[in-house]
């Protein structure tokens, strides 16, 4: 999910709402899921396998309680149950679908419960009235681990109550009043256990929810510390981190273009600051209009002064962008009596070198040389630092 699915804003909302943790927007909720969905299938096949191993323990009990069917509940238990939870945990870490990784966690649970409930109806003993008691405590036991979902939590309930409600009517002898006490007993545990579930899901979307805000803030933070205030372009520590990145990756050709604003004093004195901020903001968007936004990079450097850094692109290529700002520029058309032209224009410098060759320091000195040159041969034009007569050393 991109940043700019979900805003600060609408986060700060959500924090602030009551339910704003039990609900996010489609944009969050892909974006928590992307987060914490992998982590959870994991969490769940280990859930899995540790049941298994428990699962089997239970073997005892079947022998102890139902020694008539202790054969057939061993073959259930080692040549269908546990395959099956072995299988699930062996696949649950690659399912990427919530749905399917919170149906294989509850088809676990509905096994164990329709084995339990096999023996039940198969079994003669004098203590199948205690051994049905595994159904329910199965249910609690491992819905409360694996703190399954409350849609999930409420349809393996109706699934487990609906099996037993089957079991007993397939077994019969039951009365009714034990029967009533016994679902009873079953919907409060159920409940009881949803309701846990639902509440520590809530607290977890909320950390979430407040991590989110947190680093919101901070991107948020950090981009106000690296952009100027007026133009919206990058200032100088922005430049420092981009140029750091730059030079650090492989060896590229990087060019730089210098350019100010010609008499650029004389506008503000004339028609006041106010006037020169406009300017500047638009000065700023002919110059990000002719540059790729993923690569290159726009600086204030102060003042009137811009610098725009464009990677992988030689002096020629870079004479022909500083040339298109130029003439947008010109083509604005705000007037400025203190200048020739009566418009206002702006001075270009161009250099381009290896960052093999050359530091940023470098390039930026001889791109200011250029400049420097075309500000001295009359202004409102572009000087490319190698087309000098005697280029500064770069």
Not at 200 to 224: I, N
Not at 302 to 310: N, P, Q, R, T, V
Not at 330 to 346: D, F
Request: hydrophobic residues 50%; aromatic residues 8%; proline residues 4%.
């Amino acid at each position: 999910m991109p940043q700019s699915a979900i805003t600060l804003q609408e986060v700060e909302e959500l924090v602030a709402s009551r339910r704003g943790a039990a609900s996010f927007p489609p944009a969050l909720e892909a974006r928590y899921e992307r987060e914490s969905g992998p982590r959870r299938a994991r969490f769940l096949a280990r859930i899995a396998l540790r049941s298994a191993v428990i699962y089997n323990l239970f073997l005892v009990c079947e022998y102890l309680l139902a020694p008539d069917m202790f054969m057939v509940a061993a073959i259930l238990h080692l040549c269908v149950v546990t395959p099956w939870m072995l299988f699930v945990a062996h696949v649950l870490p690659s399912v990427s679908s919530p749905k399917w990784r919170e149906s294989l966690a509850t088809s676990i649970t509905l096994a164990i419960v329709a084995q339990i409930l096999v023996i039940y109806c198969l079994t003669t003993s004098p203590f199948a009235a205690r051994y049905i008691y595994f159904a329910p405590v199965t249910f609690l036991t491992l819905t409360s681990v694996q703190r399954l979902p409350v849609v999930y939590g409420f349809r393996l309930a109706a699934a487990v109550f609906l099996m037993m409600a089957a079991a007993n009517q397939l077994r019969g002898g039951m009365q009714f009043e034990i029967a009533l006490a016994n679902a009873m007993t079953f919907a409060c545990i159920a409940g009881a256990i949803i309701n846990s579930n639902s509440l520590v899901s809530r607290e977890q979307r909320r950390l979430y929810l407040l991590s989110v805000r947190d680093q919101l803030r901070a991107e948020l933070s950090d981009s106000d510390a690296n952009a100027d205030a007026l133009t919206g372009l990058g200032n100088r520590r922005y430049l420092d981190k981009r140029a750091r990145a730059l030079w650090a990756a492989a060896p590229m050709q990087v060019a730089a273009i210098i350019f100010d604003a010609d008499h650029f004093k004389s506008f503000n004195d004339a028609y006041g600051h106010t006037r020169g901020d406009t300017c500047l903001k638009r000065i700023a968007a002919c110059a990000t209009a002719e540059l790729r936004e993923s690569s290159d990079v726009a600086i204030r450097l102060g003042g009137e002064e811009f610098l725009l850094l464009l990677v992988d692109t030689d002096a020629e290529v870079a004479e022909i962008v500083a040339e298109r700002i130029r003439a947008t520029i010109a083509a604005l058309g705000i007037p400025h009596e203190g200048n020739p032209n009566g418009v206002v224009t702006s001075s270009f410098g161009v250099a381009s070198v290896s960052t093999r060759a050359a530091t940023l320091e470098q390039l930026v000195e001889a791109a200011d040389a250029a400049l420097y040159v075309a500000k001295s041969a009359g202004r409102n034009r572009t000087q490319r630092h190698d087309m000098l007569r005697h280029p500064v050393a770069a």
